[in-house]
């Protein structure tokens, strides 16, 4: 089984992100239960991308990227490069949006 790491970067090619964007989505200096929680997070965006957005390979690349006014017309990559909770903050999201 890949290393969190690697698992990490596989789920952050699916988005449309500069280096910049996805080397701090990587979370390299964390602990391994920080690392963790952040594939488990990715995981459940990513997840619910697929869900929401079957049929739409584009939306799921871009989602990441556009404004969300649930979000306070931020992106939801805003959110979670600005806040430490940001990747939860996203992941709440995707999971209240499955439940409409």
Known sequence: M???TSQI???LRG???GD???TALQGYDESDNEQSERLSRLRTIMGGLYLLFPE???LRRDWVQRE???LGWR???QVILAD???LQTVAKLIRAQLQE
């Open 15 to 17: 988005w449309a992100l």
């Open 9 to 11: 970067e596989a789920l």
């Open 84 to 86: 430490k909770n940001g």
């Open 56 to 58: 739409n390979p584009g």
């Open 2 to 4: 890949p290393d969190r």
């Open 20 to 22: 910049e964007d996805r």
């Open 68 to 70: 969300n006014g649930a």
């Open 75 to 77: 992106s939801p990559l």
